[in-house]
């Protein structure tokens, strides 16, 4: 054999012991590579602003991406009274809540306010001065409190602009003045006020109310979402809310909601519970919501839970300025409150200009 032919012994070992240390690299290479991976994966954890040449990963590293599942599932969190409870979770309570004090709810009321509550609603008819023609939308109005005191002062309206149109025209004869006043077919001179309330039972209370005191032209009764109503854009003239509002899980969106439905120039009104500006007041008034309202609550209406639950959402709702706040981030301008008993309750008022 020619030495071309010939395979030299120290130039074969050789060769065999190069293979042997190229595939050992090649095995050993998957394990360093997933080694360096994963050393680098973790340094870009610790320093999120750490890039990596050729690794791509997909732990967030910037505000914009994925929130961390700690945040989200505190961002779906909110406050049922003083419990933390799920958004979803809140919504059935609450609803559970007036389901359960319906029946006894105005009474409930007369009881708690010792039937102040009734001067605060008669001072938000009288700030709102509605004129003949006013379409009024009255949310979270299930037994028809505003609603009621709403077309009795229209009516009362439209009658004295009626005596006044009257006693302009001294020449007509007393015949022809009864037949104007009999040819009266409409005594609120076009007004009108939707009450939208989410409970069937408290709207099932206000229907029955309405029969009995004899309330039936001029309203209507709408189940609906204070955070998403079922009505059209610019619509109403006024909107109003009273003690309904610190019950929604999400304030913002019903508030942008009333703004959406308000005609150009329409106005807001809120009243709601609020916080006490006088020390002494403030403490008389702990003392008689925790120990004397849920024990009224549990004789009364036979449920001590949902008036413990009421008393605390009052403390757990934001304060007039930061309810002011929230009221002009939604839209409103010239937006304004007035503390009535010492705070104990205030009415807020916006418009959508």
Request: aromatic share 10%; charged share 25%.
């Amino acid at each position: 054999m020619s030495p071309a032919g010939r395979r030299h012994p120290s130039n074969e070992a050789t060769r065999r012991a190069v293979w042997r240390r190229s595939l050992d690299c090649k095995m050993a290479a998957p394990r360093s590579w997933a080694l360096w991976s994963f050393c680098c994966c973790r340094l870009s954890r610790v320093m999120p602003g750490c890039r990596i040449p050729g690794l791509r990963s997909s732990w967030p590293r910037s505000p914009l991406g994925a929130r961390p599942l700690s945040q989200e599932k505190r961002a779906t969190e909110t406050h049922f009274g003083f419990e933390t409870v799920s958004e979803e979770e809140k919504g059935g309570k609450v609803y559970q809540v007036f389901e359960s004090v319906a029946k006894k709810y105005d009474v409930m009321n007369d009881m708690m306010s010792l039937g102040i509550h009734r001067l605060w609603k008669d001072l938000l008819l009288w700030k709102m001065h509605p004129f003949p023609g006013t379409q009024l939308l009255d949310v979270a109005g299930g037994t028809g409190d505003i609603a009621f005191r709403f077309l009795n002062y229209v009516q009362a309206q439209h009658q004295r602009k009626q005596k006044r149109q009257l006693r302009a025209q001294q020449n007509l004869s007393w015949e022809e003045i009864a037949k104007k006043y009999q040819n009266e077919e409409d005594s609120l001179g076009g007004s009108h006020v939707m009450i939208c309330d989410i409970n069937r039972e408290m709207l099932k209370i206000g229907r029955r109310k309405a029969c009995a005191q004899g309330y039936k032209a001029g309203l209507d009764w709408v189940l609906g979402d204070a955070e998403e109503l079922p009505f059209d854009d610019d619509k109403f003239d006024v909107y109003t809310i009273a003690f309904g509002i610190r019950n929604v899980t999400h304030i913002d969106r019903a508030l942008q909601e009333a703004h959406r439905v308000l005609k150009p120039g329409g106005r807001f009104l809120c009243l709601e519970f609020s916080q006490v500006n006088n020390p002494l007041v403030s403490r008389l008034y702990d003392v008689y919501s925790f120990q004397v309202i849920p024990v009224l609550g549990e004789v009364i209406a036979g449920d001590w839970k949902s008036y413990q639950y009421l008393v605390e959402s009052i403390r757990q709702f934001p304060s007039q300025e930061e309810f002011k706040e929230m009221i002009e981030d939604a839209g409103f301008q010239k937006v304004t409150y007035e503390n009535l008993t010492s705070g104990i309750v205030a009415i807020h008022s916006g418009f959508k200009l």
